[in-house]
């Protein structure tokens, strides 16, 4: 667990779960090798055996699992439960934001699902920078880790086993992951909320959330209807990889040319 833990004989009436979610050193190498499902030009009994190899969706489940996990610890037993990983802004954030999406149907607005972001993940201090490599080029960076894709794969995939329990589409979710990545917008910019205020971020950048609420109707599920607490199916078999994000239409077009067509030999000179 790195940080270490506390035993539960200091705490009547608790009980103690590891949720066996790997760390960020383990998320990053299967984010690396999940770049081979994307880009090599293989048919797809060698692309599914890549994503096998990938493990991503078995991080994806192991998250998940934790989260539907908690939801039912409060839900089923009017109990509290307290998340907590190494450090407190990575798997933390990503639980405690998964569960209360499947507790509470404002969360799965579109601007519920914004303040939720912004209380768990950017308040909270999840470290954007040093995930993301804002502005780096060290691509090998140890800090570096797909903690907030996961979060955002995790909600997609609720999407799929739930269409009309979101009122945002799944064009939302793209667009949040393409703007963590552009830089465009101060939302995901900095690792805290001091280092923030004191680059006055918010007086010198636009928010993500005021771009996607000036458009909102482009961003709205057109068969959403307000549904009650979710129960989640987490095995493996119910999970989806998300080849609308992680592949587009052209480079599967052009992969699929580059295995039907025969090798053409080219003269260089």
């Not at 303040?115 to 040093?130: T, Y």
């Not at 465009?184 to 001091?194: H, I, K, N, Q, V």
């Not at 006055?200 to 909102?216: D, E, G, H, P, V």
């Not at 307000?226 to 592949?247: A, D, K, R």
Request: hydrophobic share 40%.
């Amino acid at each position: 667990m790195g940080g270490g833990y506390e035993t539960k004989d200091q705490y009547a009436n608790t009980e103690l779960n590891f949720l066996d979610i790997e760390n960020i050193h383990k998320m990053r190498e299967s984010l690396f090798k999940l770049q081979d499902v994307c880009s090599l030009c293989v048919d797809d009994k060698q692309r599914f055996a890549l994503l096998q190899n990938s493990q991503w969706l078995h991080h994806i489940k192991a998250v998940l699992t934790g989260a539907q996990r908690i939801a039912d610890v409060i839900n089923q037993t009017n109990s509290s439960a307290l998340i907590h990983c190494s450090d407190g802004w990575d798997r933390t954030s990503q639980l405690s934001s998964l569960a209360q999406v499947l507790l509470n149907p404002f969360y799965r607005t579109i601007i519920g699902f914004e303040v939720l972001v912004e209380k768990e993940w950017i308040s909270f201090g999840h470290k954007f920078d040093k995930r993301t490599g804002h502005g780096g080029s060290a691509h090998g960076d140890e800090q570096r880790a797909p903690i907030f894709l996961q979060f955002i794969d995790c909600v997609w995939q609720m999407c799929v086993q739930f269409p009309h329990a979101f009122e945002f589409n799944e064009h939302f979710l793209v667009t949040i992951l393409n703007h963590l990545y552009s830089c465009a917008f101060g939302t995901f910019l900095t690792d805290s909320e001091r280092t923030r205020d004191n680059l006055a971020i918010r007086a010198r950048t636009i928010s993500l959330w005021s771009f996607i609420n000036s458009q909102i109707g482009v961003y709205r599920n057109t068969s959403y209807s307000e549904h009650g607490v979710l129960t989640l199916n987490t095995s493996i078999e119910s999970l989806q990889f998300w080849s609308n994000y992680y592949m587009n239409s052209e480079l599967k077009e052009s992969c699929q040319n580059l295995i039907l067509e025969p090798a053409r030999k080219e003269t260089v000179v």
